[in-house]
């Protein structure tokens, strides 16, 4: 029986247009891949190749240091052209290594041989994953390797997040449906490798197929079970799914760790049991092009690298105008600077409002007390009296009001009649907190 969570909204989950469309390859490989030096929570990466060297599928071409990052692979066969700076979806540009595609496709031979449950350890998952080039798919972009070496023998319970909360988006859904073995494969790996006891897969109730199907699948499983919650938003957030799950709180500031849980998105379990299992490092990801701007909404598989424009061709274009295209979901998703930046590896959708679809930010508009806000934010915050306080630049009232333990879920702003846009707020009185007051 799940439990439950603190506040939360229930924005309209608008996934009909995608949920039934299958993950699809492109029909018409990428002309070229532009792979970020920055595809990592952790830093830069170190660059393995030159213009003019001939790279093949799977190869590496960049490295992690010491200092951070996480290795990056190839996903097509090709030759390096350049490197040099190119927008990046997190803003600005930055550094990135361009594969010019030459339509062979010839696969990398120097990729690790399949492992199997019997050689699993810690240390042999470990190296495969920080190999592979895997970090947390759901958006942390964490490097997995180091998350797992934090969670080894301290965790009962690891948690595979397919919950999937963010309006628009299906692509979790539809790998959870159509690779639930893998899926299922790679949270058994994860478990005897960290030493956890119970693994729970959790999703929410409007992903019925696959529900059924992993209902199925799980029947006679004694250490994976399947946790079907009601939709709210944001069930996904760490905190809020390991109190779902286990009725556990994590102490603010702290991790799951602190309760014995640990969190992997759906998307990364599958590519660790594909590294492990068979070798491949993490060269493709799950995509949705969605919303109503959008000529065909579709799921797809594709290429990380590959310039966000060639998928939205591939879905007919934009059919109207878009106010806003956002990548990661219109809730806590970020604003794509530019159609020509790429697909990360920790980047699930790209979702394209119309004007209507997309509420209107309501600068200006006035607070009705009606404290909505406070109700539904999960993590506890008053994010009214943070306005009042970063208003007032009352620092102490500030730091009492503890701005720092906002996930950026966006549930007040979503919530708030008065459409103050209550998540930028209490983000500025973070940093104006850390800051000592310079951010104001
Ligand atoms: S204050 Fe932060 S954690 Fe609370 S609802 Fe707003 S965005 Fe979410
Ligand atoms: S939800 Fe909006 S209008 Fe209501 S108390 Fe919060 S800031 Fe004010």
Redesign the pocket.
């Known amino acids: 029986m799940p439990h439950s969570f603190f506040g939360g909204v229930f924005p309209a989950t608008r996934k009909e247009s995608t949920r039934r469309k299958p993950l699809n390859p492109l029909s018409v490989s990428p002309e070229e891949l532009v792979i970020p030096l920055l595809m990592c929570a952790d830093g830069p990466s170190l660059p393995l190749v030159r213009p003019g060297d001939r790279v093949l599928r799977g190869q590496p071409v960049a490295q992690w240091e010491e200092t951070g990052g996480a290795a990056a692979h190839s996903g097509i066969s090709g030759r390096v052209t350049a490197l040099e700076d190119r927008p990046h979806p997190w803003g600005g540009s930055s550094p990135a290594i361009i594969i010019r595609n030459d339509g062979q496709d010839t696969p990398w031979d120097g990729r690790p041989e399949p492992l199997t449950l019997r050689e699993a350890n810690l240390t042999s998952l470990m190296e495969r994953v920080q190999g592979a080039g895997i970090v947390g798919m759901g958006g942390a972009a964490y490097p997995t390797w180091k998350k797992l070496d934090q969670a080894a023998g301290r965790v009962d319970t690891l948690i595979i997040n397919a919950a999937e909360c963010e309006p628009y988006v299906t692509a979790d859904h539809r790998l959870l449906l159509e690779r639930a073995k893998y899926i299922i494969q790679g949270g058994e790996l994860l478990a005897r490798c960290l030493g956890a006891s119970h693994v729970v897969l959790v999703t929410e109730g409007d992903k019925l197929n696959a529900v059924e199907s992993l209902e199925r699948r799980l029947r006679r499983n004694k250490l994976v079970r399947l946790c079907t919650v009601r939709t709210r938003y944001p069930l996904g957030a760490e905190k809020q799914i390991v109190q779902t799950v286990t009725g556990r709180e994590v102490p603010p500031g702290g991790s799951p760790l602190d309760v014995k849980c640990v969190v992997f998105n759906v998307a990364t379990v599958y590519a660790i049991q594909d590294a492990f299992f068979r070798g491949h490092p993490l060269t493709h990801r799950a995509v949705t092009v969605t919303g109503g701007a959008v000529t065909r909404p579709r799921n797809l598989w594709v290429p990380i690298g590959t310039p966000w424009r060639v998928l939205l061709e591939a879905c007919g274009g934009l059919r109207e105008e878009a106010e806003l295209m956002v990548t990661g979901g219109p809730m806590m998703g970020v604003a794509l600077p530019s159609l020509d930046a790429p697909v990360l590896k920790s980047t699930n959708s790209l979702v394209c409002l119309t004007s209507p679809e997309r509420k209107s930010e309501g600068a200006g508009s006035v607070?009705?007390?009606?404290?909505?806000?406070?109700d539904r934010c999960p993590m506890h915050l008053a994010?009214?009296f943070i306005?009042q306080a970063l208003k007032a630049n009352d620092l102490a009232a500030l730091a009492k009001l503890h701005p720092e333990d906002c996930n950026a879920c966006g549930c007040?702003s979503f919530?708030?009649?008065?459409q103050?846009p209550?998540v930028e707020t209490v983000t500025l009185a973070k940093n104006t907190l850390r800051e000592g007051g310079a951010a104001q």
């Open positions: 607070c009705i007390r009606c404290g909505k806000c406070v994010p009214t306005r007040c919530i708030c009649p008065a103050i209550l």
